[in-house]
């Protein structure tokens, strides 16, 4: 597929290619919504397999943002940020300096935070350059913990639809990857009485996550295929496909990871499953929106609640799925374009 066909399909308003070489700097901007709002999402710093896997990682996660915001009622659309190279190699400083001076160019579309493979501390140097950063220590600071929250109380909204309790004591969930988010989504699942099972792909960390909570460790090729309630994708996207769906050997998936669909049609696939599928999008929004402190004003408090009502929204989701025939997918996708379609604005195509 073509590049303007890529974005003509997906609904992009804007896709930039970026080079400072005095920096050693490489990276992608996607811009892909600025109907309800300036377009927000976070700056990803890895390297990719190839030039296509960055600039099919920055579109899908940019649409990815915009139906996130929409579907969370938030007044912002959706980007994304790739810097393209290894974040520990030398000169990564001045690799950021260079991405916030391209983010600077774009005069507020897009506003950008931190995300895999950047922190808090990288947004300061990067704010230096461009006021148009968030996700800043000592203001909305690591949204980790706000997303982990988010994503417990998706999960506490699923295992209500389909056991009839929210209470998770006793339910064994399999989480894939033990990073910042899935730490913490580790940790409140452990405190509500859930039995773990964590892998990671620095399986150090998958052990030592998984001795502290009492829980177990397994290789990472093994997570999905593990006997348990939900399978928790906490890590990078894709986790969910052909190969994957049919050794599934849960009831539920919720998890954090961006873009956990290879393809929407494995929506369908879990689905005929008949295993409950929560929208990522739905379940990770907590960290936009603890983000949008900074963009919209809010307090603490009044993000938390936002955080706290993903409960609802999962729930509305369902509601609707079940309304309307279709998967859960589907129904997130079409409560995110019927915002979008009331703020005037036109979408890809499905």
């Not at 961006?258 to 739905?282: F, K």
């Not at 307090?299 to 509305?316: C, G, I, K, M, Q």
């Amino acid at each position: 597929m073509s590049i303007f066909a890529a974005l003509r399909t997906l609904g992009h308003e804007q896709l930039l290619f970026c080079r400072d070489p005095a920096a050693g700097y490489e990276g992608i901007i996607a811009v892909h919504s600025t109907v309800l709002g300036p377009a927000v999402g976070g700056t990803r710093f890895r390297p990719y397999a190839s030039e296509e896997d960055a600039v099919r990682d920055a579109l899908r996660l940019a649409r990815g943002m915009t139906y996130k915001c929409a579907a969370a009622g938030l007044p912002l659309g959706g980007g994304k940020s790739v810097i393209i190279g290894d974040p520990s190699a030398p000169g990564r400083e001045a690799r950021l300096r260079a991405h916030a001076r391209f983010v600077d160019r774009l005069g507020g579309r897009y506003l950008t935070a931190e995300d895999v493979g950047t922190t808090p501390a990288d947004m300061l140097i990067m704010r230096e350059e461009t006021p148009h950063v968030a996700g800043l220590p000592g203001r909305s600071g690591n949204p980790s913990p706000v997303t982990a929250l988010g994503v417990f109380r998706a999960m506490q909204a699923a295992a209500r639809w389909r056991w009839g309790s929210d209470d998770l004591s006793g339910r064994t969930v399999a989480l894939q990857g033990c990073g910042s988010v899935g730490a913490s989504l580790a940790r409140r699942l452990h405190e509500a009485g859930a039995a773990l099972v964590v892998s990671d792909v620095v399986e150090e960390r998958a052990a030592a996550l998984a001795a502290e909570l009492g829980g177990r460790a397994v290789a990472p090729a093994e997570i999905h295929r593990q006997a348990a309630d939900i399978f928790a994708p906490c890590a990078l996207g894709a986790v969910l496909n052909d190969a994957t769906i049919p050794e599934l050997r849960v009831e539920i998936v919720a998890g954090a990871a961006n873009n956990q669909l290879l393809e929407p049609r494995d929506g369908d696939l879990l689905e005929e499953r008949g295993i409950l599928y929560v929208p990522d999008y739905i379940a990770n929004a907590g960290g936009v929106i603890n983000g949008s402190r900074e963009v919209l004003g809010w307090s603490e408090e009044a993000a938390a609640a936002r955080v706290r009502e993903l409960y609802d929204a999962t729930l509305r989701v369902f509601e609707l799925a079940r309304a309307q025939r279709v998967p859960p997918h589907i129904a997130a996708d079409r409560m995110a374009e019927e915002r979008l379609a009331a703020g005037g604005g036109e979408i890809g195509q499905r």
